[in-house]
C-alpha cells in the first residue's frame, strides 16, 4: 500500500505541476513580411505615341485579353501578385474624347459600394500637354488606383492597379503605398511623341 502511495503522489503532483492557471489568448492573424526591391526604373519607348518610366522589378507585357487594341499593356508585379491594366484610345471627336472622361469616373465610383473613400486628384503637366484625374480609391475594393491622362485633344490613356487576390486592404495597404509611387513615377515622365 505503501509503494502506491508514493506513486500516486507522484502522479497527482506531476498533473498539479503541469496545470497552469494562466488562460489562454489566441494570437491575432499575422501577414508576412513583405520584401520590396529597391527603387529603379526603365523607359518605355515603343511604337506608340507615348513614352513613360516604369519599375524594372514590373514586367510590361502586351494584353492579351479578347477585344484589346494596339498599345494596351499590363504592367505586372509578379512579386505581389498585381498589375496595371493600361490602355490606349486614339481620340477622333470631343464626344469620343467626353465620353472616355465619363467612363473613367464611373469605373472609379463603381466603387464606391466598398469604399471608405475615393480621392481625386488633377494631374497637370501643361509644358508636356499632360493633363488628367488620379483616383486613390481605399477600401476593400477590386482597384485601389485609377488614373487617366490626355493631351485633351486626341490622346487618351488610361490605367488601372488590380490585385489577383480577394481585396483585403489592410493586408495589402503597404504594397499599394509601394506601386503608388510608381505610378506617381510613371505620370510625371510621361509624355506624348506628337
Known amino acids: 500500500m505503501k509503494r502506491y502511495f508514493f506513486l500516486y503522489f507522484f502522479i497527482g503532483l506531476l498533473a ?4 497552469n492557471s494562466s488562460s489562454y489568448t489566441p494570437k491575432p492573424r499575422g501577414y508576412f513580411k513583405i520584401d520590396f526591391p529597391a527603387k529603379a526604373y526603365e ?19 502586351p494584353d492579351s485579353s479578347r477585344g ?14 498585381g498589375r496595371i491594366h493600361l490602355t490606349y484610345y486614339d481620340v477622333s471627336s470631343k464626344k469620343e474624347y467626353e465620353n472616355l472622361i465619363e467612363d ?4 472609379a465610383f463603381k466603387h464606391t459600394v466598398k ?10 503637366y501643361p509644358e508636356k500637354k499632360v493633363y488628367g484625374i488620379y483616383y486613390s480609391i481605399d477600401g476593400n475594393t477590386a482597384s485601389s488606383v485609377q488614373f487617366f491622362l490626355t493631351d485633351s485633344t486626341k490622346h487618351y490613356f488610361r490605367g488601372a492597379l488590380y ?17 503608388k509611387k510608381d505610378i506617381d513615377r510613371m505620370i510625371s515622365t510621361f509624355k506624348w511623341k506628337n
Open 163 to 179: 490585385f489577383n487576390e480577394r481585396p483585403q486592404y489592410d493586408s495589402i495597404q503597404p504594397v499599394v503605398n509601394f506601386i
Open 115 to 124: 469604399a471608405n473613400a475615393i480621392d481625386q486628384k488633377v494631374i497637370n
Open 43 to 61: 523607359v518605355y519607348d515603343q511604337n506608340c505615341p507615348f513614352s513613360f518610366e516604369y519599375p524594372k522589378y514590373a514586367v510590361l507585357v
Open 16 to 19: 498539479l505541476s503541469a496545470c
Open 104 to 107: 473613367a469616373r464611373t469605373f
Open 68 to 81: 484589346t487594341q494596339p498599345c494596351w499593356y499590363n504592367l505586372a508585379f509578379p512579386q505581389f501578385n
